[in-house]
């Protein structure tokens, strides 16, 4: 797949369902709970709503133009979340593309309102020294969109008060990365806490880490 600035094209349209297909391989979503978009020039590539990942074909990627004008006739019905993939991509402009999903321990901790402190060097690959946790709105709503926003200003990903995460990405790839990365972190968090008290890194340490990271390429939060 090319990389950014990505066209619209069938490769792009199966890379976002094949990237749909490994979350639901390494039990980061299920069902259609989740949705992948993907910045094309002026408009984005959105997942359908309601539509198994299994039974999604490049031709049901629905493309919407990120001027809030009506997407063109004849696509199906976007993701329910379109609004906060559309407000990301308008609101960061390193962002090429935008994954949201429901991974079982993330959303344990956006139940409990509990974000992730640094109890782990990886953090740093989120923009900071946490992954906060944004406030709750009802999905699919602007409200939900600028309360999403906020908290993801200057990092690249957070939890969704009582409903999952979503993470961003200069490409598709990094963004699947780093759901993936996420959800690992949050099951060490959830196990830590099970055992004891995690310890975590001082602001200090942190520093010497987001210094090392410069040199990583995760520059787009």
């Known amino acids: 797949m090319s990389k950014p600035p990505y066209a619209d094209s069938k490769e792009l349209r199966q890379a976002i369902i094949d990237a749909c297909l490994s979350m639901e391989r390494q039990q980061i979503n299920q069902g259609t709970s989740g949705n992948i978009s993907v910045r094309v020039g002026d408009q984005m590539l959105i997942t ?3 539509v198994e990942y299994s039974r999604m074909t490049p031709e ?3 493309a919407m133009p990120l001027d809030g004008s009506d997407p063109a006739p004849g696509q199906l019905k976007p ?3 379109w609004q906060f993939h559309r407000a990301i991509l308008l609101g960061k402009p390193a962002v090429n593309a935008v ?3 429901h991974p079982v321990n993330c959303t344990a901790l ?3 309102r509990m974000e992730i402190p ?4 990886m953090i740093a690959a989120f923009g900071g020294d946490t992954v906060p946790v944004s406030g709750y709105a009802l999905f699919g709503t602007s ?3 600028d309360i999403v926003l906020e908290s993801l200003k200057n990092r690249a990903a957070c939890l969704m008060a009582n409903h999952g995460a979503v993470v961003t990405g200069d490409t598709l790839e990094r963004a699947l990365w780093r759901m993936v990365e996420l959800e690992t972190l949050a099951k060490g968090y959830v196990t830590s806490l099970s055992v004891g008290a995690p310890h ?4 200090d340490e942190m520093a010497k880490v987001k210094a090392a990271f410069a040199d990583y390429g995760l520059k787009d939060a």
Do not use: R
Not at 200 to 203: A, E, V, Y
């Open 110 to 112: 956006a139940m409990n």
């Open 118 to 121: 640094a109890c782990h060097y």
């Open 60 to 62: 049901m990627i629905v």
């Open 99 to 101: 994954v949201h999903a």
């Open 48 to 50: 359908p709503s309601g």
């Open 200 to 203: 975590i890194l001082s602001t």
């Open 143 to 145: 409200e939900l969109s």
């Open 79 to 81: 993701s329910s979340e």
